[in-house]
């Protein structure tokens, strides 16, 4: 049986013929904000992560059986060719997994989505690993995608899709550290990515993941920085076209769930991307509420992150959706929390079953591709009794 390195070199693709410059690649990794978030999230969701932990255990895998290929048809059976799909993959950064079984992409005969999954692990003896505390904080499994651990000065484990659904697990010598979860730890891990001690950052999908790596952490700054930011590592081309964000909440339970759209001006294409947690008040709870549930036509869903992307598509969509119908291909990205709500958005427009509550929620219709205009600030929607803090977010703590 083939390696999982031989694997990887028969499939991935040639490196492109422009590769970035050293002074290109090395960039100041988190913002001021990032570093204040850091201070308070290690014990919270430490806490957190031992209560998930213990109600994961009771998980019934075995009641939770794959779909057949009979329901897999009838899902597809009300598919409508106008409708918008996450067909440029999905690119996630210290995620939680969201389901068992693992969510599928119904628009391809192998179910595996695009992109790549990717987790920082320290490894710091044969059996004894460190992993990012997010991406090992519950038990359910990862969407279908090619999965990579990030290692440091040392060749990273990349497995093609379906990739490692079922990891990072702890059975027992695998250790949440959650200093390994901000973009200080992904990035330089990004640039020096390498399998069998050759450099694989210029190959797909590792040379995407470096770019979106930048999106997915710019939710947590200002759309001026974002704009600032993005077109620093992606090129002045990648344009902020929308930044959309619902605020809820007051005092202690004040919270901002922003999603941003950027696009590309020379291709058209897009990247949507949602946030990671921002209140460790409701959000916490959310991640940590893990009951499996029914989303889209999909059983053994984590509830928590799928009230989250209801509450969040309910309000938002209605200004995003006709930004979306003018993308020519959509990719999905975000860092934590906001990776596991890439995934259940992405397995559910993918579904294209139409008569299905979820679905109609999140779907839009395509349009002939078009340039959007840049934006220069957000837009908010405030919930019923939502504190007003600042003009946009992100507002002070």
Request: net charge negative; with cysteine.
């Amino acid at each position: 049986m083939a390696s999982r390195h031989e694997l990887l070199a028969e499939e991935a693709p040639e490196a492109p013929e422009e590769e970035l410059s050293e002074a290109e690649l090395i960039e100041e990794h988190s913002s001021g904000r990032l570093a204040k978030l850091r201070m308070a999230v290690p014990i919270l969701l430490v806490l957190a992560l031992l209560a998930g932990l213990s109600r994961s255990s009771n998980l019934r895998r075995g009641s939770m059986e794959i779909m057949g290929a009979s329901h897999l048809r009838s899902m597809l059976s009300d598919v409508s060719a106008d409708s918008g799909i996450v067909d440029g993959g999905i690119y996630t950064f210290g995620a939680p997994a969201t389901a068992i079984p693992a969510l599928p992409n119904l628009r391809r005969e192998d179910r595996c989505f695009g992109g790549l999954r990717s987790w920082t692990e320290n490894v710091l003896g044969p059996m004894t690993r460190q992993e990012d505390g997010a991406a090992i904080s519950n038990q359910f499994h990862h969407a279908k995608m090619a999965s990579v651990r990030l290692h440091w000065n040392n060749d990273s484990d990349y497995v093609p899709c379906p990739g490692e659904t079922s990891q990072p697990f702890s059975a027992g010598n695998e250790f949440a550290n959650w200093n390994l979860h901000w973009e200080d730890q992904y990035t330089p891990r990004l640039i020096n990515v390498s399998i069998n001690k050759t450099s694989f950052l210029s190959k797909e999908p590792f040379a995407s993941a470096y770019g979106y790596v930048r999106v997915a952490y710019k939710q947590y700054d200002s759309t001026v920085h974002a704009r600032e930011d993005i077109a620093k590592r992606l090129g002045s081309n990648w344009k902020v076209v929308a930044r959309e964000t619902l605020i809820s909440g007051a005092g202690s339970m004040y919270d901002e769930d922003p999603v941003m759209i950027v696009q590309d001006h020379f291709t058209l294409d897009c990247i949507i991307a949602f946030a990671g947690i921002n209140n460790y008040g409701n959000e916490l709870a959310a991640a940590t509420t893990i009951t499996p549930s029914e989303f889209c036509g999909f059983q053994g869903v984590h509830i928590g992150f799928r009230d989250e992307l209801r509450k969040i598509t309910t309000a938002l969509f209605p200004n995003l959706r006709p930004k979306l119908s003018r993308c020519k291909r959509l990719t999905c990205t975000g860092h934590s929390m906001g990776g596991s709500l890439c995934e259940l958005f992405s397995a559910c427009v993918n579904s294209q079953h139409s008569t299905n509550a979820d679905f109609n929620l999140m779907n839009w219709t395509k349009l002939p591709p078009q340039i959007l205009p840049e934006i220069t600030e957000g837009n908010s929607t405030y919930a019923a009794g939502a504190e007003h803090r600042c003009k946009e977010p992100p507002c002070p703590k």
